[in-house]
């Protein structure tokens, strides 16, 4: 073997020798904490626990094991931290037996452990952390088969301790929340989702000379568009109309109203209902125009209404039908 062909053999074996010490050298990086849909809290779940699908948590169904979350508002850590004394909860049948106080990452928070007896005779482990973050009280429930080893005090206290937060919900996430698909948003942005039920969307003005427009203060949006669906529905002509005309009186931030047409109309080859006002803004006075589209079928009932200002109702019009088409029920 050449003298160089030997050099060449030994610096490379003592860089592989220090790369393994290297990467020796560093922990396994930490698992990422896990948001279930839609939830601005989230942990990493213990091993064997997944995110459910009909509850803000995790669940180990072979195990009867799962963690409950919560979001409640900034200004709620006081008035739940009164609810969580001993005989408060002794009587909702938890037993205490450890209380503390504990600094998260997020805040401060207090750890409940104890134990309870469901009705069907089972014991159960139980651990209620209560956690002051910036900007929302977390309240997270964890329970457990007594005789379960797979979730120690420690694996349990572990996930706990890596509670997080995120500031936002990606829009295409709550938007699986929904029991109908939007395929044209038609350019208005997602301001709030009510999982399960309805969407609210706006379509505010940025520009510069809004603030000193005396009749048009800067929070004051273009246009706005609830969509709802709801099981159920009447199938008759009546029931419809009446159906409309209540669901029309009951939309908020409007007054003044003078309904200028209010029909029945076909839409997408279904029973459908289209009510159209004038109108002005609750707050503010300022002239809108207001249209609600109903669309009964399949054993449920979409209700869409479209808000905006007078001066620019023409083009809203259009992007709100355009919208109203793009939908479709799941």
């Known amino acids: 073997m050449t003298t160089t062909k030997a050099s060449f053999i030994a610096a490379a074996t003592t860089l592989a020798t220090y790369f393994v010490m290297a990467l020796l050298a560093f922990p396994a990086l930490a698992a990422e ?54 005989d408060a909860l002794k009587k909702r049948g938890i037993t205490v037996e450890k209380r503390e106080s504990l600094q998260l990452a997020i805040g401060d928070a207090i750890l409940i452990v104890g134990t309870q007896v469901a009705p069907d005779k089972t014991p159960y482990r139980k651990w209620l952390l209560l956690a002051d973050a910036h900007n929302l009280t977390a309240m997270v429930s964890v329970q457990v088969p007594e005789q379960s080893k797979a979730f120690s005090n420690a694996v349990v206290r572990a996930a706990l301790n890596s509670l997080a937060l995120r500031v936002r919900v990606p829009d295409s996430e709550l938007l699986t929340m929904l029991p109908f698909t939007v ?37 004051v949006y273009d246009a706005r568009c609830t969509i ?15 159906f409309a005309r209540a669901a029309f009186a009951a939309i908020g931030g409007i007054k003044d109203v003078q309904i200028t047409m209010a029909e029945p109309v076909r839409l997408d080859h279904q029973d459908g209902f289209e009510t159209v006002a004038h109108a002005k803004d609750a707050a503010t006075g300022v002239d809108l125009m207001v249209v609600q589209w109903l669309r009964f079928g399949n054993s449920s009932v979409l209700q869409m209404v479209g808000i905006a200002r007078a001066a620019i109702w023409d083009s809203e019009l259009a992007r709100l039908r355009s919208m109203r088409a793009s939908i479709e029920l799941r």
């Open 228 to 242: 709802l669906a709801a099981p159920g529905g009447p199938t008759d002509r009546d029931g419809q109309s009446n």
């Open 183 to 219: 395929g044209d948003m038609a350019g208005f942005r997602l301001a709030n989702v009510i999982p399960g039920r309805a969407m609210l969307l706006i379509d505010r003005p940025d520009y510069p000379h809004m603030v000193a427009t005396p009749d048009l203060p800067e929070y």
């Open 33 to 86: 904490p896990v948001f279930p849909t839609g939830s601005h809290i989230g942990l990493v779940p213990p091993p064997g626990m997944v995110a459910a699908k009909t509850f803000p948590g995790f669940v180990d169904a072979d195990k009867k094991a799962a963690i409950l979350m919560t979001a409640l508002p900034a200004g709620a850590y006081g008035d739940v931290e009164k609810t969580l004394t001993a």
